[in-house]
Every structure is written in structure tokens, then in C-alpha cells.
């Protein structure tokens, strides 16, 4: 009688990628055949990585960005063993700018950060700020890691912030935004921002228009801001200037990171009725 011959396992750790914003991550490992036990090992990384389980399927939490190499390990009913590796590019984002990126006025405060609220200061960073809802959105867990302690997220805007806050300091306890992006090199991805708007007196502004719904007697928002607009408008052009190089010489940015500068509401219409 002939003994028929045992399937052998196969592994498939996953495709190699890279990865922003989020120390969460799905690892979609695939193992077929008959596994008596399957196992995740780290082999190399900036820092040791924790796995929530064996499973091929399972998320690893990483400490730090930088990349990693892991391995998944089946073993059959025999002790025969068969690996699979794949390597994992972790990148920061960094989110910086003034108030329409750290979220102020978008909830409640009990959504601020905590430490990042005073009644009349604080960065007010918010939880239902954009770059948070986008840390949030990218999560393979759930609830997502806090926008607080993740390693890979670095929520740096604060609520009226202007050009120079970007290199000196906004105020006590508050470091310059440039400091955001220091670390290791090759180790950010992503970088959004918005800064300009204070400025030029976007919230000055923004009240004075406001008034005008309760009176008739003012000149019109534009009549009244607009030439003082363009003025600083033109003396604002080299210090965004100045300050987008800067943001782009950070050595930490990895080679093809984004940065992306998000825009303000429009001011005055483009044609009056």
C-alpha cells in the first residue's frame, strides 16, 4: 500500500507597501495547506513592532516610522516550516496652519485635544478638524489610535497661527510649527497646512462682514476690506514664499512626500449683485 503524499503549506505574507499617517496596519497574510500553527516575527525595524495576533490576517501596531520587515511562519502537523516575508514603509503626517486646520469653532470644546483648549487661547486642536477625521479615516482599527499618541501622526496647527509662527514661537508652551517636521530623515509623507488668513486680518475682517447683517449704515464688506486686503495680500506673497520653502527643505520628508496647501473660504464675491 502506497501513503499519499501530505500537501505541503504555503505562505503569502502580503504585498510590500508604504504606509502614512497611521501606526495601525492590516498585515493580509495568506497561508493554504494543512498549518498545525502560524506566527508573525518582526526582523527588522526601527523599533520592536506588537502584533494584535498569529493569525495571517492580523494588525501590527508600530512604535515609530522608519521600515520593517516581517515574517509570517507556517508550520504543518510534521514540524516542517515554510516563511514568507514582507516589508513595511511607515511615513509620519504632519498637519500644521492656523485655525481652519487645527479645527477651532468646528464642535464642541469637549472635542478639543486635551491641554490644547483655554477660553481665550489654546491651539484648539479639535477632533473633528479635518486632518483628525482624516487619522481616523485611515484607521484599520476601532476605535482609531488617538490623535494624541500616534506615532505617526503629528498634529502641530494651532488656532491663530500666522507666518511667523512656522519659525519662532506663537507663545509659551507653543514651539515653532517648523519643529514638527524635525526628526530622522525619510520618515514623513504627508504634510497639510493653512496659514495667511491671520495675516491679512481674516478674522478682523470676517466680524466687520458679519456686522452688516444687523445694520445698513456701515460701508460695504468689500468697500471697506477689500483695498486692505490687497495691500497685505502683496506683502504676504514673500513670506508664503519663504515659509513653503521651508516646509520643503525638511529633512524628514521622504523622497515624493506631499504637501498639500489647502485654501479659505472666498472673502468677497466675484461679482456683486
Known amino acids: 500500500m502506497t501513503r499519499s503524499r501530505q500537501a505541503m503549506v504555503t505562505v503569502q505574507a ?10 495601525a496596519v492590516a498585515l493580509h497574510g495568506r497561508v493554504t495547506g ?22 495571517p490576517d492580523t494588525t501590527v501596531t508600530l512604535p ?11 508550520t504543518d502537523r510534521s514540524g516542517r516550516s515554510r516563511s514568507s516575508r514582507t516589508r ?3 511615513l509620519r503626517y504632519v498637519a500644521l496652519g492656523d485655525s481652519y486646520s487645527s479645527g477651532d469653532g468646528a464642535g464642541p470644546v ?21 486632518p483628525a477625521l482624516v487619522h481616523a479615516a485611515l484607521a484599520t482599527k476601532d476605535p482609531p489610535p ?38 530622522s530623515a525619510d520618515t514623513v509623507g504627508l504634510v497639510t497646512l493653512t496659514v495667511g ?11 466687520y462682514c458679519a456686522a452688516l447683517h444687523v445694520t445698513t449704515l456701515l460701508p460695504s464688506c468689500r468697500d471697506h476690506s477689500a483695498p486692505a486686503v490687497g495691500a497685505a495680500l502683496n506683502t504676504l506673497q514673500p ?3 519663504a515659509t513653503y520653502r521651508a516646509v520643503r527643505r525638511a529633512r524628514s520628508l521622504a523622497p515624493g512626500a506631499r504637501i498639500l496647501v489647502l485654501g479659505y473660504p472666498r472673502l468677497f464675491p466675484d461679482a456683486l449683485d
Open 146 to 183: 488617538s490623535a494624541t499618541s500616534d506615532p505617526l501622526f503629528t498634529f502641530g496647527a494651532c488656532a491663530g497661527a500666522r507666518t511667523r509662527d512656522f519659525s519662532t514661537s506663537q507663545g509659551p508652551g507653543t514651539p515653532p510649527q517648523d519643529t514638527y517636521l524635525d526628526g
Open 34 to 55: 494543512p498549518a498545525a500553527s502560524t506566527a508573525w516575527t518582526m526582523l527588522s525595524g526601527p523599533a520592536p513592532a506588537r502584533f494584535a495576533g498569529d493569525a
Open 64 to 74: 515609530a516610522p522608519g521600515n520593517y520587515v516581517f515574517q509570517l511562519t507556517a
Open 14 to 23: 502580503g504585498r510590500s507597501r508604504t504606509v502614512v499617517g497611521l501606526s
Open 239 to 241: 513670506q508664503l514664499t
Open 88 to 90: 513595511l514603509t511607515a
Open 110 to 130: 469637549a472635542d478639543y485635544l486635551p491641554g490644547s483648549y483655554r477660553p481665550f487661547g489654546g491651539c484648539r486642536r479639535s477632533t473633528d478638524a479635518y
Open 197 to 207: 488668513g491671520n495675516d491679512i486680518g481674516f478674522a478682523d475682517i470676517a466680524v
